[in-house]
């Protein structure tokens, strides 16, 4: 079985903790499955869980190169050169880091409010770019804009490989049997 679930903004991408931090524990009444890759506490969207070890290791492995597919909001005006700058590479200090594309677009349709909701300065404008990376390092995303100028606001993954989070609301989930992600996984990369 393979879970698409919406992760909510501050959520835990485990089932446990030694604080007080909200986990998957409370939205996620499956036993036997774990995520599939991570989405930091601060950043939303599509995780995807599983119980399938050979599925959850050929989509969170980073030598599979699995895409993946992410809304960013940004401090500051998008431009053509910092998509530019993105595409062809930043140095992080775990060594460089590339997206496979980069580029502006408007705010996405149909998105939910976040609580709380992003810091808002008058004097300073925000603008919203879709990056297409296929490793996962920790914070890359928020790395690789901020070291273009473009500090991250808002972060939500709504791709891994063929799964898409279409119209899932935070907290919800949707449900695949293990054939079912697998056929799609393999007409994906064809």
């Avoid at 005006?77 to 408007?106: F, R, S, W």
């Amino acid at each position: 079985m393979l879970i698409l679930f919406n992760k909510p903004f501050r959520v835990l991408s485990q089932f446990t903790t030694y604080s007080d931090k909200v986990t998957l524990a409370a939205f996620i009444d499956q036993p036997g499955v774990y995520p599939a890759g991570r989405l930091d506490y601060d950043s939303e969207g599509l995780l995807l869980l599983t119980g399938d070890g050979k599925l959850q290791s050929r989509v969170s492995s980073p030598r599979f190169h699995l895409p993946k597919r992410y809304w960013v909001q940004v401090e500051g005006e998008v431009t053509a050169a910092a998509c530019e700058q993105l595409q062809n590479g930043v140095q992080l200090k775990d060594g460089p880091a590339k997206a496979i594309t980069a580029e502006l677009i408007p705010e996405p349709a149909g998105l939910w409010r976040r609580e709380p909701p992003i810091r808002v300065r008058q004097s300073v404008p925000d603008s919203w770019l879709e990056l297409v990376i296929d490793e996962g390092r920790n914070r890359q995303v928020r790395r690789m804009t901020a070291a273009v100028g473009l500090p991250c606001l808002r972060l939500i993954r709504h791709q891994v490989g063929p799964w898409q989070l279409k119209h899932l609301q935070p907290g919800s989930q949707q449900y695949l049997e293990s054939q079912v992600a697998w056929r799609q996984l393999k007409a994906a990369q064809r």
